[in-house]
């Protein structure tokens, strides 16, 4: 999500895999009336992508309740168990973790800052130990003091995947765990001071494997955002997050919504990232995709909290209407639409069928499926997106002259994988997504062409990767050959793009598997190895050779590199684009 470079002083055989920014310890403040912090000026609105750079409708006013909508359902609101960026965006409202991205305009946004700790971490020992110290006065909802003991206990808590299975494997895979070491739940007894030591109240120290310069990035994970042991109620405690940020539950409905109210127990002396404008949120989940886009439209609603932008209805309304068209953004992101095609359903565990699959594919009708080149994207020929360092421009799949796809190439494959006259397989995407259907369709026409048959099988996007699509036993079994996915970078370096869809290491088989497709021991040693150069412009070059090496195994489809088309609210202010999460920014909203 970032582009500049980590400024951490480490030394000695650092894994210097950071390039994104970070900030002083002193904080941020969030956009003011006057419109000049966070480097963006105050924005006139009826201005075509002014909060790409600006404001729209600065005001420190507080007051007003906000009202977003999810076409589907969150994957969680549990800190430990969500994995979608629109989550994390939206998490800060009633969390606070170690560290946290600005509240800013646009690359501003990309900067780490501190939340709950007072400063950046403290590297230490070649950059295998992390220490941070939290400033005083923090406090649950319900006026307990927080403590280290409390963010380390968060982080154990997340270690269990099958209680959290949507989470990601970043502390699983980097802290120095005792042997066997299963999360705080069944290994209750255990000792992890090997791991993550809290020597007192305000000092938790964190214990790698190996030396890892770009750890402030972790620190800045959901799963730092503390929880009270006595409070944890497992796999329910997403039903009442006992909150830490400027707001806290109301009342949460799974399946249909919940409210946001403000938490009383916030202290904006311990807070200069938040504001804190409006009184509360109403958020509905489970909302029909194209509703959610009139809705906005008419005023009667504030955000598609997805973030992934408006749908081609709406895209005809807007764009032809200079009025709409001047009240909407169009940003790009760190963002890959792609189409896992799964090695482990047959016919496709053989590589000529995988590419036949890659050789058939029309990428204009693709591209259209997802919105056009405006607001679906570029056409991919890769997995690293052009914004990420080691993008190298290459296609090893040539799909013709007019991009509609090379069918004598794809008949050629299919009869190397003794399939000449095409086979079946199941295509899965999420329900309540209607571009990733149309996108799947679009597949399904392309494919076609050749004998390769697709049935279309829609899933839930709550448990898409937890039960379905990301489940390899479950994706084996209902023969999901291909599963239309996506994913933007957790920060803007080759690993924080490509290690949790690629790294095979991360499946898992209780579910919850960001990567679905990419099983290559070669791809894991290559990882391994840009882990350990520290020359920036050699570990680059590892991450395009892990792109290209991805490629030749064709586990990957790509799609579109992203631009989406948002609509501003209405009835907002403070409304701009933080290119940490490609979206608006949630956190600096308020209400006119």
Request: net charge negative; with cysteine; hydrophobic share 35%.
């Amino acid at each position: 999500m970032l582009r500049r470079r980590l400024a951490v002083a480490a030394t000695g055989a650092v894994l210097a895999l950071a390039v994104a920014a970070c900030g002083g310890g002193s904080g941020s403040s969030s956009p003011s009336s006057s419109g000049d912090a966070a480097g963006g000026g105050a924005a006139a609105t009826g201005e075509f992508n002014a909060a790409l750079t600006g404001i729209v409708n600065p005001s420190d006013k507080k007051g007003g309740i906000l009202k977003f909508a999810n076409g589907g359902d969150w994957d969680s609101l549990d800190p430990g168990d969500t994995y979608y960026g629109y989550s994390w965006n939206f998490i800060r409202l009633y969390g606070r973790s170690l560290l946290m991205f600005k509240s800013a305009v646009g690359k501003e946004g990309n900067q780490l800052t501190p939340d709950l700790a007072e400063d950046l971490g403290t590297p230490s020992d070649d950059a295998k130990t992390w220490t941070y110290k939290l400033k005083k006065g923090i406090k649950f909802e319900d006026g307990t003091p927080v403590t280290s003991k409390d963010v380390k206990y968060a982080v154990e808590r997340s270690f269990d995947k099958e209680v959290f299975p949507d989470g990601y494997t970043y502390f699983n895979d980097f802290l120095d765990w005792p042997k066997d070491y299963k999360g705080a739940y069944k290994s209750k007894d255990v000792n992890t001071d090997s791991a993550i030591e809290t020597p007192d109240d305000s000092t938790i120290v964190f214990h790698l494997k190996q030396p890892l310069s770009n750890f402030d990035y972790f620190a800045q994970l959901p799963a730092t955002i503390p929880v009270p042991k006595d409070k944890d109620t497992g796999a329910k405690y997403k039903e009442h997050i006992i909150a830490t940020g400027p707001y806290k539950f109301e009342k949460n409905e799974i399946g249909k919504g919940f409210t946001l109210v403000r938490n009383e127990q916030w202290d904006p002396a311990t807070d200069p990232n938040r504001k804190a404008l409006p009184d509360g949120y109403e958020v509905s989940t489970n909302v029909n995709a194209d509703d959610i886009d009139n809705r906005i439209l008419a005023g009667d609603l504030d955000i598609d909290v997805a973030g992934i932008g408006i749908q081609p209805a709406a895209l005809g309304r807007v764009l032809p209407d200079p009025a709409l068209k001047a009240n909407s953004d169009n940003p790009t992101s760190t963002r890959l639409w792609y189409t896992s095609i799964n090695g482990n359903v047959p016919p496709l565990d053989n590589i000529d069928c995988r590419k036949a699959v890659e050789y058939a594919t029309d990428k204009v009708s693709l591209q259209t499926a997802w919105g056009g080149e405006f607001s679906g994207g570029q056409i991919a020929t890769s997995l690293l997106p052009p914004a990420i360092p080691g993008h190298e421009d290459f296609n090893l799949y040539p799909p013709g002259a007019d991009n509609k796809g090379d069918l004598t190439k794809a008949k050629e494959a299919l009869t190397a994988c003794g399939q000449p006259d095409g086979f079946e397989t199941n295509i899965s995407y999420r329900a309540e997504r209607p571009k990733e259907k149309a996108a799947a369709e679009a597949l399904q026409q392309s494919l076609g062409r050749v004998g390769i048959k697709l049935t279309l099988k829609p899933f839930p996007q709550a448990d898409y990767f937890a039960l379905y699509a990301g489940k390899p036993g479950y994706a084996k079994d209902n023969k999901i050959g291909l599963a239309m996915n996506g994913w933007q970078s957790d920060w803007p370096d080759g690993f924080g793009f490509l290690q949790q869809i690629v790294d095979s290491r991360v499946i898992r088989d209780t579910g919850g598997s960001s990567n679905i497709s990419v099983r290559d021991p070669e791809v894991d040693k290559l990882i391994d190895q840009a882990m350990k150069e520290t020359d920036t412009d050699a570990r680059n070059a590892i991450w395009t050779q892990i792109d290209k090496k991805v490629m030749e195994d064709s586990f990957i489809l790509p799609n579109v590199w992203t631009k989406t088309l948002l609509v501003r609210s209405k009835n907002a202010t403070n409304i701009f684009v933080n290119d940490a999460y490609g979206m608006y920014d949630y956190l600096g909203m308020g209400v006119k």
